[in-house]
């Protein structure tokens, strides 16, 4: 008996379920990472509102180019992390990340500096204002490359052949990381700038990477290294990227034959230049990418959760700068923000429950119609009277449909991940978070045509019109999945059990 080996030849074994201690390092990893970010995220619009008041102006600008930058190259990044070794993506990622946020920090310190620099030094102004954006948006890239790593990648290959439900609770455990983070750093980010400075606020952004990184690196490769399956992985799609490369190459070398061997051909006809030009057009990174997430049976689910990033109804920039016009004080909309990621968080709590019982089409479909009707309290703010009634009513709406958005959204990701192929799951991560961009971009647009925060009112009917619009086509997606939206034959005996008049 002594002589026996551990594992049994007879047939597959299941993998060994993953030590706990390596889960905390990797949900300890996740959490410095997103604190960063999201004391950056809540912050900015205070920045930017302060800089140029009584305007909207550089706030949407801001928000302008951190999108764009992500439409741009949320798909290259898809398959940059896709081509890379995970270590050179946790390297990249955490050095870019934590640099960007240090470099916007400096330059809003010297912008809030100088309060005359605007009228004094013009173009030193432009540049700071430059810098900041430019280093926020390469800050936000690199955050979209570990979420990519992190939540579309490790999290599904970790889970691979656990017991049912893992993945679920990895989920929800994940995204209430991020929503403790949207919790906590606005409130200790308001509460600096209400009681001590704006200053004092970016300064601690700063020195708050300048000390994570490290930390963040020693902890995200202990969970590689740990976890032998993530290497495993890894070592397969790189071996994929090398045959595909070479395959490539041979194939250049034998068409570069051919168009010498053509080259004396003067009757080449037209069509065959355009065919091509196209077929040139769609070996693109954007067009193969784009291609490749249209042919998926949950693009109208991916587009429905895309069309939510179409808004000022959440705590970003726009409205925390919007509310702070209205002399809410920084701290209460901190607050506001932090009861609003409570209730987030306690979705994820829930998602696992309901998902359970009721599957994860359908948990999307109730928690997306849910989410519509709590914002229904944020239209009804427009024409509350009270300023500071109506920007309360607003904060309430807006928190209370979090618990639909945050489950939707984590419904929407689960489906991604179970009907995604392994082989296209980083590339349509990469095109989902980069088509989130485009609405988001939208919405900073928006503010930029409707820059006066008296008219923010048009944002908010806009905002709603968006939701409305996804979750039709969400309800669209369930239809073409279940072939019915609701069991009606279930809900007929229940209406038959009430009392008649």
């Given at each position: 008996?002594?002589?026996?080996?551990?594992?049994?030849?007879?047939?597959?074994?299941?993998?060994?379920?993953?030590?706990?201690?390596?889960?905390?390092?990797?949900?300890?990893?996740?959490?410095?990472?997103?604190?960063?970010?999201?004391?950056?995220?809540?912050s900015v619009g205070l920045y930017m509102i302060s800089i140029w008041p009584d305007s909207l102006l550089l706030t949407a600008a801001y928000g302008v180019v951190e999108s764009a930058s992500t439409v741009l190259f949320g798909t290259v990044v898809g398959q940059w992390v896709d081509r890379l070794t995970n270590i050179k993506v946790l390297q990249v990622w955490l050095l870019s990340q934590n640099l960007s946020f240090v470099i916007a920090g400096g330059s809003v310190i010297a912008l809030l500096a100088y309060k005359d620099m605007m009228s004094e030094n013009f173009l030193s102004f432009i540049a700071l204002i430059l810098l900041t954006n430019i280093s926020g948006a390469v800050g936000v890239l690199s955050t979209l490359?570990?979420?990519?790593?992190?939540?579309?990648?490790?999290?599904?290959?970790?889970?691979?052949?656990?017991p049912p439900g893992v993945l679920s609770k990895m989920n929800a455990t994940i995204r209430r990381i991020d929503l403790i983070c949207k919790l906590v750093a606005p409130v200790v980010s308001g509460f600096i700038v209400s009681f001590a400075s704006l200053t004092a606020s970016a300064a601690t952004l700063a020195l708050w990477n300048v000390v994570s990184v490290f930390l963040q690196y020693w902890l995200l490769m202990s969970v590689y290294n740990g976890i032998p399956a993530l290497s495993e992985r890894n070592e397969r799609r790189v071996l994929k990227y090398t045959h595909k490369d070479m395959e490539s190459s041979y194939s250049t070398a034998g068409n570069k034959r051919s168009s010498d061997l053509e080259e004396n051909d003067l009757a080449q006809s037209n069509d065959g230049c355009w065919r091509k030009l196209i077929g040139r057009v769609a070996?693109?990174?954007?067009i193969s990418a784009w291609k490749v997430y249209l042919k998926q049976d949950v693009v109208?689910?991916?587009?429905?959760?895309?069309?939510?990033?179409?808004?000022?109804?959440?705590?970003?920039?726009?409205?925390?700068?919007?509310?702070?016009?209205?002399?809410?004080?920084?701290?209460?909309?901190?607050?506001?923000?932090?009861?609003?990621?409570?209730?987030?968080v306690a979705a994820t709590f829930l998602y696992p429950v309901l998902e359970s019982q009721i599957s994860t089409v359908r948990t999307g479909l109730w928690s997306t119609w849910s989410q519509w009707f709590f914002l229904l309290l944020c239209v009804a703010s427009i024409w509350i009277p009270n300023k500071h009634a109506a920007a309360y009513a607003l904060m309430s709406g807006v928190a209370l449909s979090r618990i639909g958005l945050?489950?939707?959204?984590?419904?929407?990701?689960?489906?991604?991940?179970?009907?995604?192929s392994e082989s296209d799951r980083l590339v349509v991560g990469g095109a989902q978070n980069s088509l989130q961009?485009?609405?988001?971009?939208?919405?900073?647009?928006?503010?930029?045509?409707i820059s006066d925060p008296q008219d923010f009112w048009m944002l908010i009917i806009l905002s709603m019109l968006l939701v409305t619009v996804a979750s039709i086509l969400y309800s669209v997606h369930v239809f073409r999945v279940r072939k019915h939206l609701i069991h009606f034959e279930k809900l007929y005996p229940l209406i038959q059990k009430f009392p008649r008049a």
């Amino acid at each position: 008996m002594m002589n026996e080996p551990l594992i049994s030849h007879h047939g597959p074994q299941p993998p060994p379920s993953v030590s706990s201690s390596l889960l905390v390092s990797l949900y300890a990893g996740h959490f410095l990472a997103r604190w960063g970010a999201r004391m950056w995220e809540f912050s900015v619009g205070l920045y930017m509102i302060s800089i140029w008041p009584d305007s909207l102006l550089l706030t949407a600008a801001y928000g302008v180019v951190e999108s764009a930058s992500t439409v741009l190259f949320g798909t290259v990044v898809g398959q940059w992390v896709d081509r890379l070794t995970n270590i050179k993506v946790l390297q990249v990622w955490l050095l870019s990340q934590n640099l960007s946020f240090v470099i916007a920090g400096g330059s809003v310190i010297a912008l809030l500096a100088y309060k005359d620099m605007m009228s004094e030094n013009f173009l030193s102004f432009i540049a700071l204002i430059l810098l900041t954006n430019i280093s926020g948006a390469v800050g936000v890239l690199s955050t979209l490359a570990g979420t990519i790593l992190v939540e579309r990648e490790w999290v599904v290959v970790i889970s691979d052949g656990q017991p049912p439900g893992v993945l679920s609770k990895m989920n929800a455990t994940i995204r209430r990381i991020d929503l403790i983070c949207k919790l906590v750093a606005p409130v200790v980010s308001g509460f600096i700038v209400s009681f001590a400075s704006l200053t004092a606020s970016a300064a601690t952004l700063a020195l708050w990477n300048v000390v994570s990184v490290f930390l963040q690196y020693w902890l995200l490769m202990s969970v590689y290294n740990g976890i032998p399956a993530l290497s495993e992985r890894n070592e397969r799609r790189v071996l994929k990227y090398t045959h595909k490369d070479m395959e490539s190459s041979y194939s250049t070398a034998g068409n570069k034959r051919s168009s010498d061997l053509e080259e004396n051909d003067l009757a080449q006809s037209n069509d065959g230049c355009w065919r091509k030009l196209i077929g040139r057009v769609a070996r693109l990174p954007y067009i193969s990418a784009w291609k490749v997430y249209l042919k998926q049976d949950v693009v109208l689910a991916g587009v429905s959760l895309a069309l939510l990033y179409f808004t000022v109804l959440s705590f970003g920039s726009l409205m925390t700068a919007a509310l702070q016009w209205e002399g809410i004080p920084a701290y209460i909309i901190g607050i506001a923000r932090g009861i609003s990621a409570t209730i987030g968080v306690a979705a994820t709590f829930l998602y696992p429950v309901l998902e359970s019982q009721i599957s994860t089409v359908r948990t999307g479909l109730w928690s997306t119609w849910s989410q519509w009707f709590f914002l229904l309290l944020c239209v009804a703010s427009i024409w509350i009277p009270n300023k500071h009634a109506a920007a309360y009513a607003l904060m309430s709406g807006v928190a209370l449909s979090r618990i639909g958005l945050w489950m939707f959204d984590l419904s929407v990701i689960q489906q991604m991940q179970d009907r995604v192929s392994e082989s296209d799951r980083l590339v349509v991560g990469g095109a989902q978070n980069s088509l989130q961009s485009v609405l988001d971009l939208a919405t900073y647009v928006s503010g930029l045509i409707i820059s006066d925060p008296q008219d923010f009112w048009m944002l908010i009917i806009l905002s709603m019109l968006l939701v409305t619009v996804a979750s039709i086509l969400y309800s669209v997606h369930v239809f073409r999945v279940r072939k019915h939206l609701i069991h009606f034959e279930k809900l007929y005996p229940l209406i038959q059990k009430f009392p008649r008049a």
